[in-house]
């Protein structure tokens, strides 16, 4: 089944401490992004991939950090620098980056701070 | 600048009976597309149905149907014959088509709980 995989399910970060968010596709997209989602809110977006080794950050962008290495992989980090990092973190790839092509979305990984 | 407004923070409708969910959106942008996702309590986001701003007909999808009125800036998720799967957060978004970069990513509303009642 072609789809898109995150893991773990649920995080939990120490202070001070890097963790990194595994985004997996083999829907053959070129595109691919990561959003944070707050209780009770919408998504807001923290990176894009536009294609292989490109990358451009979203609205929220501090305290996180990419990379785009493979096509079907976009990992997210959370750094230390992220203050208040608690939030449901989805992944989401489309074919293209045109605007009237639809982002599918991953089951999503919840950070929690301990 | 684009925004979503979703002004029903929940919504309860009974079983097999039609419900309107409310989207209003602000844009500059001469070009955009509309989205609508739903999230059960399970997190994932499921896409239901699209909209670009240039088409002439209310786009449909089963039992999904947007009704769109450019003028007045509304984009409402028309939901036909509920059912109790259809219990979820419901998000409306909407994304500039001519411009690039990250002024043409999606924006998303705030999201209506909806309740199906048995």
């Known amino acids: 089944d072609g789809g898109i995989t995150q893991s773990p399910k649920y995080l939990f970060r120490k202070e001070g401490q890097n963790v990194t968010l595994s985004c997996e596709q083999n829907l053959n997209h070129d595109a691919m992004y990561w959003y944070r989602q707050d209780p009770g809110q919408g998504l807001r977006l923290i990176y894009y991939s536009q294609i292989v080794n490109d990358f451009q950050k979203g609205d929220i962008a501090e305290g996180y950090s990419v990379s785009r290495e493979k096509k079907e992989s976009f990992p997210l980090t959370v750094t230390s620098a992220q203050k208040n990092p608690t939030a449901f973190y989805l992944c989401?790839?489309?074919?293209?980056?045109?605007?009237?092509?639809?982002?599918?979305f991953g089951p999503g990984t919840r950070l929690l701070v301990l | 600048a684009q925004k979503i407004t979703q002004t029903q923070p929940g919504m309860f409708v009974q079983e097999k009976e039609a419900v309107t969910l409310d989207c209003t959106y602000d844009t500059s942008d001469p070009s955009y597309g509309l989205f609508w996702y739903k999230q059960p309590s399970s997190g994932e986001m499921i896409f239901l149905i699209y909209?670009?701003?240039?088409?002439?007909q209310n786009a449909t999808e089963g039992r999904y149907s947007l009704n769109f009125q450019k003028a007045r800036k509304s984009a409402n998720l028309v939901i036909s014959a509920s059912q109790l799967g259809d219990s979820a957060m419901y998000f409306c978004a909407m994304r500039a088509l001519l411009i690039s970069g990250s002024a043409r990513q999606l924006t998303f509303g705030s999201g209506t709980q909806l309740t199906v009642l048995p």
């Open positions: 989401a790839s489309s074919i293209g980056d045109a605007g009237a092509l639809t982002q599918y």
């Open positions: 909209q670009g701003s240039y088409d002439q």
